[in-house]
């Protein structure tokens, strides 16, 4: 049997990428520090994903797995030599903290199996993620030159939506029936997996900014007009039953989809980006799912710089001369987004940053929070964009 090392046993790592790889014959062994869920995992081997929508709800039980403690350094060894593929999915914050573990096994496995070449998916939404990755590999692994040619490096778009996860058991997954994975095909140095949920594409980079640029701006422009208009309501997809958020969040995500025909005219359609917005935007809708606008909208301090989806999407779309007032006004929003949790409370990120904001004129804010004078672009195109932004 093939084995699937998946490093990180969180939401993705379990509701979705063990998950698909599970399901398509691998066997699937996951790196975690959490030593409870490790524990469970090697008692069970296995464990439940409750996939729901808005036809109804299925179990999925996914078997045959087991766990490594990422502190074992004899057994993350061994899990990584005899692997046949590797994934990691951590957050972009923890990918440093395990490079040189990693480092150390991929090259225990190369002086082992040096016939044997490993690709490695990047499950990771990271813009030039293989970059990313082969810089931390590289400080940590002596011979990162002499093996290179024999680690694959796969960059991905990660579409999958999970929850705030509220079982209180660890061995049962909430996510939605999507299950599309977006690999870099150019990124293998092996054959590509075995596994009918992947959908290998060329260029990878169209496709990361696709998401950013029409889910993850669709997502935050869905819940900062969502808090706007129905600050009391929490569930995302009820705000969406409002006609004037979902026109607004569909005009929003229409903005973004002709900055990606503008940029890649030879790999998407205008058709082909219409629907995809309408899958989105169903999915969206899919109250079984459970998500809040709190989740989707927190961390403006992130969603609103100048390199994240919508500051991002408005300088993209300045430069094009393409039309943003639409993205404009779910910035404007953004900024003053103060969605809570269900205690009641703002994420502490958010709660800081809107009490700096308070302090500021229109201008200083926007500036503040989109750090819009790091972005290294036209003077002309920095001022147009700040004077739009105040008109909105």
């Excluded at 398509?24 to 869920?37: M, Q």
């Excluded at 403690?69 to 994934?87: P, Y």
């Excluded at 999507?178 to 959908?199: K, Q, T």
Aim: some cysteine; aromatic content about 6%.
């Amino acid at each position: 049997m093939k084995r699937l090392v998946q490093w990180g046993a969180g939401n993705i790592g379990r509701s979705f990428i063990g998950q698909v790889f599970s399901r398509s014959g691998y066997e699937v062994v996951f790196i975690d520090i959490d030593s409870n869920l490790v524990n469970l995992l090697n008692t069970t081997h296995q464990y439940e994903v409750e996939v729901v929508s808005q036809e109804g709800s299925q179990r999925i039980p996914i078997t045959g797995v087991r766990a490594v403690h990422g502190n074992d350094r004899q057994g993350v060894l061994e899990a990584i030599e005899g692997t046949d593929l590797i994934s990691l999915s951590v957050g972009k914050q923890v990918l440093p903290r395990i490079a040189a573990q990693l480092g150390e096994a991929l090259e225990h496995r190369i002086r082992q199996r040096p016939d044997q070449p490993v690709d490695i998916i990047i499950a990771e939404n990271i813009h030039e993620g293989a970059r990313f990755l082969q810089g931390l590999l590289a400080t940590h692994m002596p011979s990162w030159d002499q093996m290179k040619s024999r680690i694959g490096l796969i960059e991905t778009s990660i579409g999958k939506m999970v929850p705030i996860q509220t079982s209180k058991n660890p061995l049962t997954m909430l996510a939605e029936p999507y299950n599309e994975l977006i690999v870099d095909r150019e990124g293998f140095v092996g054959p590509l997996p075995d596994c009918p949920f992947l959908h290998p594409v060329t260029p990878i980079a169209a496709y990361v900014d696709r998401k950013l640029y029409i889910h993850n701006l669709g997502h935050a422009t869905a819940a900062y007009l969502g808090f706007q208009k129905q600050p009391h309501v929490q569930s995302l997809a009820e705000v969406l039953d409002d006609a004037r958020i979902r026109e607004g969040t569909r005009a929003a995500m229409e903005q973004g989809a002709q900055i990606l025909l503008a940029r890649y005219p030879e790999v998407f359609s205008n058709e082909a980006l219409e629907d995809h917005i309408d899958d989105l935007i169903y999915r969206f809708r899919n109250k079984a799912l459970g998500d809040t606008v709190f989740r989707v909208g927190r961390d403006i301090g992130r969603k609103l710089r100048y390199d994240d989806r919508l500051m991002g999407a408005i300088i993209q779309a300045e430069q094009a001369g393409l039309p943003w007032d639409a993205i404009a006004r779910a910035y404007r929003a953004g900024m003053a987004f103060a969605a809570t949790d269900p205690q009641g409370l703002l994420s502490p990120q958010d709660a800081q940053l809107a009490k700096e904001l308070q302090e500021l004129s229109l201008r200083e804010a926007v500036l503040r929070v989109s750090a819009l004078d790091e972005a290294g672009i036209d003077s002309g195109i920095h001022d147009r964009i700040l004077i739009q932004l105040e008109r909105i």
